[in-house]
């Protein structure tokens, strides 16, 4: 009895110690808003009407095996060469793999310091045939409405970025700003194809030439707002890293026969085997502490239950962690995914099938890699009989970046100047993006683009109806102009 006693005392101990925690991550009052840009009616009209006719050029990546469209592309050179005379008077310029572009802009005095990098890219998703009809207004258009939202492919992935950087780099070199250490400008043309002759050659050439990078900023993510259930408040999410790739084939080969005497297995039974076995030993959920670091983040902004739970991570973690993945989509953050996506065999109902195969798809997470994925894939098989091929070779994830790295600091900085002070955290991407080709040339790699996606940016993202509202353009061309000043100006760190 007395034990027991003992223990409802230990238990009434740590609830209040628990509960205390909790509320030192007290709500704000209200969800924090954001800041309005500086630009004025004028100037923000003028920087849409480039953003719009950037669209009109047709820089599409339709497929590795279609040579990009000579005319498009350099006339969107051209394009950026006139509309930004100012820019391209202090920056070099070279052309690398025809189309894609690489801008310096040189320091005022070379004092040693490493260049920081800012990236975009010129080529956008083709627009299905059959999705035509779906758009407001047509995608390579470049329509401006009256409720002031500017449409096209592109106006958020990714030449809404490109020409705020331009935006920025011109209106500062009018101002006749000198940058303390080189900026470079680095445009892919290829990076919905995977960037090898965009991205990959010019950080070939930083590396030939021996430019380390302090930094480079590409895209990857943004303000999330309305998509965090529970969390009113924009949340600013900044990418450190990119998860990979790898496709697995499990193949198994047998002798065959009619269907009316067969064997305890099929080649088809033996490949669905596999795939089924690889589905159902998933990678256990991991909740690290980037994610930690998210979920603190927003702590102050949830329910009371919620906030318990996440001030009380050494206690509630593998809870937490199963309730955060029941959304698949915050369980890849959590792990390498394994999607078993398809699976071929047999030619007859009544024959048996000499061949099967089952195809399984991974997203490695930056904790693993293509060789270790194929491993533990062999050891949950556990099968002579099947043969696992890696197809195509695969991608490895990215390290992680620093969040205590300067790059990460300075856009930290940047976005609670010009966005307010909203809650800020590290990420991790689930697509591919540029950057990460310049992982062995640059001290950190962040992905952050300064505007907010809500719930229905995210079909808009390579699917139907593109478009930026032009404050939001603004917005961006300031927040570039201020991360250049903050990270290369006078008083830079
Ligand atoms: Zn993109």
Redesign the pocket.
């Known amino acids: 009895m007395r034990i027991f006693n003992y223990f409802i005392l230990a238990l009434l101990g740590l609830v209040s110690f628990m509960v205390g925690r909790t509320y030192l991550l007290l709500p704000s009052a209200a969800p924090v808003a954001l800041i309005m840009p500086q630009a004025g009616e004028a100037e923000t009209a003028h920087i849409a009407a480039n953003l719009s006719r950037a669209i009109t050029y047709k820089t599409i990546s339709y497929g590795l095996d279609v040579a990009p469209d000579d005319a498009a592309f350099k006339g969107f050179h051209t394009f950026l060469a006139t509309t930004y005379p100012n820019a391209h008077r202090v920056m070099e310029r070279e052309i690398v793999s025809n189309y894609s572009l690489m801008y310096r802009w040189p320091a005022a005095e070379p004092k040693g310091k490493k260049p920081i990098a800012l990236l975009a890219?010129m080529d956008v998703v083709p627009v299905p045939e059959r999705g035509l009809g779906d758009w407001a207004h047509p995608p390579f258009a470049g329509v401006i409405d009256e409720a002031g939202k500017l449409w096209g492919r592109g106006a958020l992935?990714?030449k809404g970025i490109l020409i705020s950087l331009m935006e920025a780099a011109e209106r500062l070199a009018r101002a006749g700003f000198q940058p303390d250490r080189d900026i470079f400008f680095l445009f892919g043309h290829d990076?919905?194809l995977g960037g090898d002759k965009g991205a990959a050659v010019i950080a070939g050439l930083l590396k030939k030439r021996g430019i380390q990078l302090a930094w480079a900023l590409d895209?990857g993510s943004a303000i999330a707002e309305g998509l965090i259930p529970g969390v009113k408040s924009p949340v600013a999410l900044i990418s450190l890293g990119e998860k990979g790739s790898v496709t697995l084939k499990f193949s198994a080969e047998d002798s065959g026969g009619h269907s009316s005497a067969p064997k305890a297995f099929t080649a088809a039974s033996l490949a669905a085997k596999a795939g089924v076995a690889v589905t159902e030993n998933p990678y256990p959920l991991v909740l690290d502490e980037h994610l930690e670091a998210m979920l603190l983040a927003i702590a102050p902004e949830m329910d009371f239950s919620k906030r318990l739970a996440i001030v009380n991570l050494w206690a509630t973690r593998p809870l937490l962690a199963e309730q955060l993945a029941k959304s698949p989509t915050v369980g890849a953050f959590m792990h390498t995914t394994t999607a078993f996506t398809m699976m071929k065999s047999g030619t007859k109902t009544n024959i048996l099938p000499q061949y099967g195969e089952a195809l399984v798809n991974y997203r490695i997470h930056p904790r693993d890699s293509v060789a270790s994925v194929t491993e533990r894939a062999r050891n949950i098989v556990d099968d002579e009989r099947i043969m696992i091929t890696n197809m195509g070779g695969g991608r490895e994830a990215t390290a992680m970046s620093s969040v205590s790295g300067k790059g990460y600091r300075l856009i930290a900085e940047t976005i609670r100047e010009q966005f307010g002070d909203i809650p800020l955290a590290p990420t991790l991407t689930v697509q591919g993006?540029d950057a990460r080709h310049y992982g062995s040339v640059a001290d950190g790699t962040y992905r952050f683009m300064p505007f907010v996606v809500g719930p229905d940016t995210l079909g808009q993202i390579h699917g139907t109806n593109e478009h930026i509202s032009v404050v939001a353009l603004a917005r961006q061309v300031d927040f570039f102009e201020a991360l250049i000043r903050r990270a290369t100006g006078e008083h830079a760190p």
């Open positions: 890219h992935d990714d990076e919905e895209e993006t």
